[in-house]
């Protein structure tokens, strides 16, 4: 009976009278050589302690020297998202001491963030485009790694990450569903992958995500406090941690309780959010100018540089592929959802004009061979031209697209120096029978089946298939299957 | 400006130092005579004046290529800590009683 | 108290004629240490290893491949690292701290055959202008051992003053290098900021703090300036060339006086009549010059210490008991291990400093204090570049007065404060100063004039002193 009670409490909140306000903080890793200020190398799963300098140490009489790559690729993520690039900014320290942070201070940019104001596009809740506003984008540096469960006396603290180059990512509390976050990391993730500037792997903390998440009636236009979560190692999670957050929140305002504006962590064996409730006082981390390091100025030639030289884009790719070359949205965003793949597509497309061929055997054939062989694209040795050998041979007829795929490119997948008609020839699948030949099979067939071939003209037409697969393995698959079957026509029908 | 005991231990809190009873009556009433003496700076007008950040104010930038150089060793960057293992620093946690 | 050597080139000239070798120089210097071991100057001595190089050198002097500095004998202050050394910035807080690598300014005076002999106390991270804040206890003035020899750079001071060897490094924030070289008799050189990479100079005040050299004799501090200079890639705000020694022909100069500071009440009768006597001579020489309004003398200080605090209260947050260091025995738990490492390891000086700091760049007082300060800074900048878009050079007295007793001024924080009055300026502005002897008090005690350049101009400082320095011979 209690259980009733209180199953019917949680019926009656009305869920559905609120609507979920979400803004994003993602930090992401570049992919750099060195450091964001020093010169030890940026490498992941490495032993603790040996990728460090006395720089990235925090030793004393050390100086931060600004990494020239960071700045491309902070440049080149704010150009991709259509935001501001400022010619003109300094860094600055923020003050916090923490034992994975040797210097006592992480370099940052406060006041004068190198990116600001753009926007991604996603695809909402009913796949439609939806403009997600991007705040800013900034460069600051990763912090070690403290360990405290892994000794049962001591913390251990290791320094390798320490230094790590990281852009910080900001948007406007525009996403409005947990689908939503997820879609715009998805896309993010695939961004800064095509721009080469991060790995976006969020098991392995290249890419991180905090999230601020408040509830407000629908048709509210103010926000209401907001909580902010942590912790969240796959995108699935944030999605998992928003929904949970909302659904928290909701019950919170509905019960009468008030919101504390607080950081929260996610716990992602239970899916649930809790209070990091720290007994530090409030925050003051003091940012002020970094003086160890100039303003920074950033000329506009280097800006366009940098422009004239950014890859495809995503959205551009399937924009292009659906408007030019008449594939399926589908199709185009299958295609670019991984950055290899596409520039594999970019290549073939170069080659050939059989575009809706190209991608439906890149769909098809190849993705299943991909999958059952349990590579990655990236691993895929196949090549543009090996592919377009085999649309060739399709298209002009001597190979079969079913023989092709069955045939051919198992073996291409394993010979990438072969090639489609090479393949073709040596495995004796070239439908190359002539005329004649193709009669005097199907004479052979006709002649010793007089009964099949009474049937037939009875009535019988699906007598047919019969007599093609007779002739199709008799000729050894060299019959080309539309000039055989006219043949058997004609000679039934006579 | 006056310092008072609270704003002392605020600012002890974020500097991460103790202070005993006695050292911070002495920084309340130090604080309190160099912020006197700081007071000064408000006999400048300094009205549309743009903050120095940087004496040398120049548009070059000193940066650095992303080339990596290796130069220590594991053992030498634990080489300074005060307790070490082979592999990392190591700091004693606060054990609970139970 | 006249040294056996008093510059580069008498000792190069003995060791060309023989009359010393280069480990028989640096047995003087080391006998020398033992002798004065009572003034507290050195808290090391690399006395093999600086034999050793004597004897490797001394075979490149025979061989007639010879660097710049070759004879050079030098001192560095216990701020500057020098690769599997320690340096400890005279702090309990890096209690047996060895540094990893050479800053660049030390490593520049090696690879021009220099000796470096050892490293000398100065004021806790550079924090003060007795060298009474060591943690290895005071250092003697040399003039007069009941004084102080001034700070933050006093051990290198009293190094050169007392002849233990013949030239130091020292770092000059606030005057920390002008200062006591003023207190003890001898040439001290704040370069312009950016000139010299601060790589291997334990911070204090970033946008402040300079490596310079102190010496008996001007050219050599320019020769040390030369082979220290330009960039090195390991200082982001190191953009300007290298300095090249030029001797600029005497010719007649346009010389300021700030007025404020020679009519400012707590200057010494003796220091202001031997100065005015200057002018005269310097006028009677040819040279043109005036007294100027500067009217922010008494922001100088207050400007200075809310920058320099605040910019230590962040510097300093890197000694933290956990990565290297002094670390609180007995401390649990990493919070613990900061508060009671930091509270044990620092002194009361740097302890205040930090407070102070940390206080200026908190929320609710940034605008009020530091951001205050920094514009006051432009202001101070853009006046002094005023005058000297109208003169060659600026000059003041060092300090205002000579070295007080061991004691006399520890008790109260804001009158050691301003010891630097005159000598903060070319720190808040950037540009180059140098303090050369002046004169001594009746009772013996030195004082010295300061000479302030246009930034860059070097050449145009040495040109200044040189001249100066011939007029001040002449009294």
């Known amino acids: 009976m209690e259980e009733m009670v209180e199953s019917t409490a949680v019926k009656n909140i009305p869920y559905d009278d609120y609507e979920l306000v979400v803004g994003l903080e993602v930090h992401m890793q570049l992919s750099t050589q060195s450091k964001a200020y020093s010169s030890d190398a940026n490498l992941f799963g490495e032993l603790p302690n040996t990728l460090i300098s006395p720089i990235s140490l925090g030793h004393p009489g050390t100086l931060p020297v600004v990494n020239a790559k960071s700045i491309d690729c902070a440049i080149q993520l704010g150009l991709a998202m259509n935001m501001q690039i400022h010619q003109d900014m300094y860094f600055a320290r923020k003050n916090y001491f923490y034992a994975d942070l040797p210097k006592g201070y992480q370099i940052t940019q406060d006041k004068t963030p190198i990116c600001t104001g753009g926007f991604l596009d996603i695809k909402d809740e009913n796949d439609q485009v939806k403009r997600i506003n991007i705040t800013r984008a900034h460069l600051e540096e990763d912090a070690g790694k403290s360990m405290h469960d892994q000794d049962p006396f001591d913390t251990l603290i290791d320094l390798n990450r320490a230094g790590v180059p990281l852009i910080e990512v900001v948007s406007e509390p525009d996403l409005r569903s947990s689908k939503e976050a997820y879609n715009y990391l998805t896309e993010l993730r695939k961004l800064v992958r095509y721009l080469g500037i991060c790995d976006g792997n969020m098991e392995e903390g290249s890419m991180r995500c905090d999230a601020n998440i408040s509830v407000r009636k629908k048709g509210d236009t103010h926000f209401n406090t907001r909580c902010e979560v942590k912790n969240m190692n796959s995108i699935r999670n944030v999605q998992r941690a928003i929904e949970y957050e909302m659904k928290r929140q909701i019950e919170c305002v509905e019960n009468g309780e008030t919101i504390v504006q607080e950081t929260r962590n996610f716990d992602a064996p239970s899916g649930t959010t809790q209070s990091m409730r720290s007994k530090e006082r409030a925050h003051d981390y003091r940012y002020f100018p970094e003086p160890d390091i100039l303003p920074l100025h950033i000329t506009l030639e280097k800006i366009e540089s940098i422009k004239s030289q950014l890859p495809a884009l995503p959205q551009e790719l399937v924009a292009k592929y659906t408007q030019k070359l008449g594939l399926s949205e589908y199709d185009a965003l299958v295609i670019t959802q991984e950055k290899e793949l596409a520039l594999w597509f970019e290549e073939v497309i170069q080659k050939t004009t ?14 299943a061979l991909l999958n059952e062989r349990a590579i990655e694209i990236s691993q895929m040795t196949l090549s543009p031209d090996q592919l377009v050998g085999i649309l060739n041979l399709i298209a002009s007829g001597k190979v079969s697209s079913s023989t092709a795929a069955e045939k051919i490119l198992p073996v291409l997948f394993d010979q990438p120096q072969s090639d489609a008609s090479e393949i073709a020839q040596q495995m004796n699948l070239v439908q190359d029978a002539g005329d004649d030949e193709i009669e005097k099979i199907a004479q052979d067939i006709l002649a010793a089946w007089p009964d099949k071939v009474a ?21 050894q698959g060299k019959a080309n299957p539309k000039v055989a079957s006219g043949i058997i026509q004609k000679l039934l029908d006579k | 400006m006056k310092i008072d005991n609270e704003t002392v231990e605020r600012l002890a809190d974020l500097a991460k130092l103790e202070l005993s009873p006695a050292a911070k009556e002495e920084m309340v009433k130090d604080l309190t005579n160099m912020l006197d003496f700081i007071d000064q700076l408000k006999e400048v007008d300094v009205e549309g004046v743009e903050p120095l950040i940087f004496v040398n104010e120049t548009t070059k930038n000193v940066l650095r290529p992303d080339e990596v150089k290796q130069e220590i060793t594991q053992e030498e960057a634990l080489k300074n800590a005060p307790q070490k293992d082979m592999y990392y620093f190591r700091v004693p946690k606060v054990m609970n009683q139970a | 108290m006249t040294p056996r050597y008093s510059s580069l080139a008498e000792i190069q000239k003995d060791l060309g004629s023989g009359s010393i070798t280069l480990p028989e120089l640096v047995r003087y210097y080391l006998q020398q240490i033992e002798n004065k071991k009572h003034l507290n100057a050195f808290i090391e001595v690399f006395a093999e290893e600086a034999l050793q190089r004597a004897e490797e050198l001394q075979k490149k002097w025979d061989s007639g491949e010879r660097g710049k500095l070759i004879g050079m004998v030098v001192g560095l202050k216990d701020n500057l690292c020098f690769k599997d050394h320690q340096v400890t910035a005279s702090s309990k807080i890096l209690e047996g701290f060895t540094s990893l690598y050479t800053g660049t300014a030390v490593q520049r005076l090696l690879d021009e055959d220099a000796i470096v002999i050892g490293r000398l106390s100065c004021d806790e991270f550079a924090m003060g202008s007795s060298n009474e804040k060591s943690v290895y206890g005071p250092v003697l003035n040399p003039v007069n051992e009941k004084c102080v020899p001034g700070g933050s750079s006093g051990g290198s001071a009293a190094a050169v003053a007392a002849d233990l060897c013949l030239a130091t490094l020292g770092s000059d924030t606030g005057g920390s290098i002008r200062q006591p070289a003023a207190y003890t008799n001898i040439v001290g050189l704040k370069p312009t900021y950016g000139r ?46 290298g300095y090249h020694k030029e001797a600029i022909p005497a010719s007649p100069m346009k010389i300021a006086v700030l007025k404020d500071c020679l009519h400012r009440e707590g200057l010494n009768s003796e220091i202001k009549s031997r100065f005015l006597n200057l002018i005269e001579k310097l006028k009677e020489s040819g040279h043109t010059v005036e007294e100027v309004n500067f009217p922010y003398v008494d922001q100088l200080v207050p400007a200075y210490y809310v920058l320099t605090t605040a910019e230590a209260s962040s510097n300093l947050s890197r000694f933290d008991g956990i990565h290297y260091g002094y670390r609180a025995k007995d401390a649990k ?20 400093r930090i407070m102070l700091g940390t206080f200026v760049l908190s929320s609710g007082y940034y605008d009020a204090y530091y951001s205050r300060a920094q514009k006051v800074r432009r202001v101070i900048q853009n006046k002094t570049n005023e005058i000297l878009s109208q003169y060659d050079v600026i000059i003041t007295p060092t300090t205002a007065d000579t070295a007080f007793e061991m004691g006399k001024k520890s008790a109260d924080p804001i009158a050691m404060y301003l010891e630097d009055i005159f000598t903060v300026q070319a720190n808040l502005t950037g540009h180059p100063a140098i303090s050369i002897p002046l004169g001594k008090k009746e009772n013996g005690m030195p004082f010295a004039l300061q000479i302030l350049a246009p930034a860059f101009q ?6 200044a002193a040189k001249q100066m320095e011939q007029c001040i011979s002449g009294f």
């Open chain 3, 333 to 352: 738990g990493i919070e613990a291990t900061y508060k009671q490492s930091r509270t044990e390891g620092f002194g009361t000086e740097v302890k205040r």
């Open chain 3, 196 to 241: 010299i990479s601060r790589y291997g100079l334990i911070a204090y005040a970033s946008s402040f703090d300079q490596i310079g050299p102190m010496t008996h004799q001007i050219e050599d501090s320019f020769l040390m300036l030369e082979v220290m200079s330009g960039p090195d890639g390991m200082d982001g705000t190191l953009y300007a060339s």
């Open chain 1, 354 to 367: 059989e575009y809706k061929m190209a991608a439906n055997w890149v769909m098809g054939p190849i993705k």
């Open chain 3, 458 to 463: 070097e050449n145009q400082l040495l040109q």
């Open chain 1, 455 to 475: 049937a037939y003209q009875a009535g019988n037409k699906g007598l047919m298939g019969l007599f093609m697969g007779e002739l199709m393995k008799k000729s």
